[in-house]
């Protein structure tokens, strides 16, 4: 089974408009952490949101957020107020802790690819 | 502030031949990281360390080796480069196990 899924290949949003990419996620270990990685046309990966297993709150950097519904499974980035320089492809990658012997090792989804219209 | 840097950013080999990817941080991070891109499959994990001497194994690390003599550095090699191994290389590094980790810019290999 797919350790990370995104279901969504690509996504349209109009500017100024939010949007949600969808991220699910198997795991029996109960500690892991969840990330968002951003990799535009440039092709670095960039870093935006981190949500750990035990955090009561969801997650906000900035115009990013991250709806984290644990008995779901899910880990949804939204997005609010987009803008032009959002588009991008869009990672979700999940660290199983295994006791503290995974050195921190990211599993990635395949990603979303996000278009933002003007 | 150089951070992760990725060296050469693009190479371009042929079958068969040795290649070494280079892979520099400075934020004396302990634990590092190359993982391959390709359409289709997202970031896969070849191998990984936790401190200088001690790597392991990721998911997709057959004809691939590494090395860390140094905390600064993690080349990895394709000791007999294969077409399957035409991807976009990245490596990260982290602070500790739960930490970020911040990719390095990438390197694009072609093997003919």
């Known amino acids: 089974a797919q350790k990370i899924t995104q279901t969504q290949p690509g996504m349209f949003v109009q500017e100024k408009e939010a949007v949600t990419l969808d991220c699910t996620y198997d795991t029996s270990d109960p500690s892991y952490g969840l990330f968002w990685y951003k990799q535009p046309s440039s092709g670095e990966m960039i870093f935006l949101i981190y949500?750990?297993?035990?955090?009561?709150q969801n997650a906000t950097e900035g115009r990013y957020s991250l709806n984290f519904q644990k008995a779901r499974k899910s880990a949804n980035l939204v997005i609010s107020a987009s803008q032009l320089g959002d588009s991008a492809m869009y990672f979700c990658a999940m660290r199983e802790d295994a006791g503290g012997t995974s050195y921190g090792k990211l599993t990635f989804g395949q990603g979303t690819i996000l278009t933002v219209h003007p | 502030d150089a951070g992760i840097t990725q060296s050469p950013r693009y190479k371009i080999t042929e079958t068969g031949r040795q290649v070494t990817l280079m892979c520099h941080q400075t934020?004396?991070?302990?634990?590092m990281f190359w993982y391959r891109q390709d359409l289709g499959h997202g970031l896969r994990l070849i191998y990984y360390?936790?401190?200088?001497?001690?790597?392991d194994k990721g998911e997709v690390s057959d004809g691939y080796v590494v090395s860390r003599s140094k905390t600064e550095n993690f080349p990895l090699t394709l000791e007999s480069a294969t077409r399957s191994q035409t991807s976009v290389y990245f490596c990260a590094s982290s602070p500790r196990t739960s930490g970020t980790q911040y990719f390095g810019p990438g390197t694009r290999l072609l093997v003919l």
């Open positions: 934020w004396s991070h302990s634990y």
């Open positions: 360390s936790a401190a200088a001497d001690i790597t």
């Open positions: 949500q750990g297993s035990y955090d009561q």
